[in-house]
């Protein structure tokens, strides 16, 4: 079995907001409850997937607090502690190791596009300043315009030693396989392309941080297991299954995670509404959605 130090299959969850726009807390213990029930063997609160950029610091730590409280151990819980501004990544990462979350999601920084090594001296100065605290990377060319190389990856996965993963969103399977080749036994892959886990895993990958398992979590659990017993033929079924899913949540008229809500609001989860700038599906986005969730025997 390949290195998971966070598990296989993790949830990038939502952030719940109530109908004015704050925090939904019973709303995040309902959503903890359903993934634990569903596949996830660990949560990323505010990721991408949680709205992070729209969420305030105190936002963030309480989201840590409520999850941590709400998955009373039954998961890792990894805390999306990265931004652009690495003094004030350094700051939240300490005070979400105080609160007890089991690792910190760091992302490439956007907007400001640093070097590899600028890229490097980031996020060794973030995994120094919580030197207990499991840390892995995030690579997002699409959102943050800087593509973390695989050698600097590398390079920090041999130097520091609590850098422990990398989530690639790549979508550069070379890339991929040059971190898996590279990577030697403490340092592991995820997937952070919910239609590519599949092939990653093929190259070396140990797991997913997912979106679409908010929806389809006993699936990818089931793929995972499938492929890590050698039954390729399941694995593949399952991955051509789980597609129409991943299509609806990723429609390029709009961004993620606005059809995810619709389509956990439409299963009667807790979601609520997006905040600005990111707005609700439209009627055509939320009628692919429905129609994805129905072929998926969901609705």
Same mark, same amino acid.
């Given at each position: ?132 605290? *499991?840390?892995? $990377?995030?690579? #997002?060319? /699409? ?8 050698? @600097? &990856? =590398?390079?920090? +996965? ?114 609520? *509404?997006?905040? $600005?700038?990111? #707005?609700? /599906? ?8 429905? @129609? &994805? =969730?129905?072929? +998926?025997?969901?609705?």
């Amino acid at each position: 079995m390949r290195y998971t130090p966070f598990g296989q299959v993790i949830t990038a969850m939502i952030t719940p907001f109530d109908a004015g726009g704050k925090l939904d807390e019973a709303g995040v213990k309902q959503i903890v409850e359903h993934l634990l029930q569903n596949g996830s063997d660990g949560i990323v609160v505010c990721g991408t997937t949680g709205e992070s950029p729209a969420l305030s610091h105190e936002e963030k730590l309480t989201m840590f607090q409520l999850v941590k409280e709400a998955s009373a151990n039954r998961c890792s819980v990894i805390a999306g502690t990265g931004s652009a501004d690495t003094a004030a990544s350094v700051q939240l990462t300490r005070e979400a190791a105080d609160i007890g979350v089991d690792g910190a999601l760091l992302v490439v920084p956007p907007y400001n596009r640093p070097s590899q090594e600028g890229l490097y001296q980031h996020f060794c100065t973030i995994a120094a300043s919580v030197p207990k605290l *499991p840390c892995m $990377l995030y690579n #997002v060319p /699409a959102r943050t315009a800087r593509n973390l190389e695989a050698a @600097t &990856a =590398l390079r920090l +996965a041999h130097d520091v030693e609590n850098i422990v993963a990398v989530k690639e969103a790549s979508g550069d399977l070379m890339q991929c396989s040059a971190i898996a080749a590279g990577a030697g036994s403490r340092f592991a892959l995820y997937s952070g392309e919910d239609g590519l886990t599949l092939p990653m895993l093929s190259v070396g990958g140990c797991g997913v941080v997912s979106v679409t398992s908010h929806l389809v979590g006993k699936h990818l659990k089931a793929m995972h297991t499938a492929f890590f017993a050698g039954d390729q033929e399941e694995a593949a079924a399952l991955h051509y299954r789980m597609l129409p899913i991943v299509r609806a949540c990723f429609q390029p008229s709009t961004s993620s995670p606005a059809p995810l809500k619709a389509a956990m609001a439409m299963l009667g989860l807790a979601a609520g *509404p997006l905040r $600005l700038p990111l #707005v609700e /599906a439209n009627e055509n986005e939320k009628n692919i959605v429905r @129609t &994805a =969730l129905a072929q +998926a025997g969901l609705l």
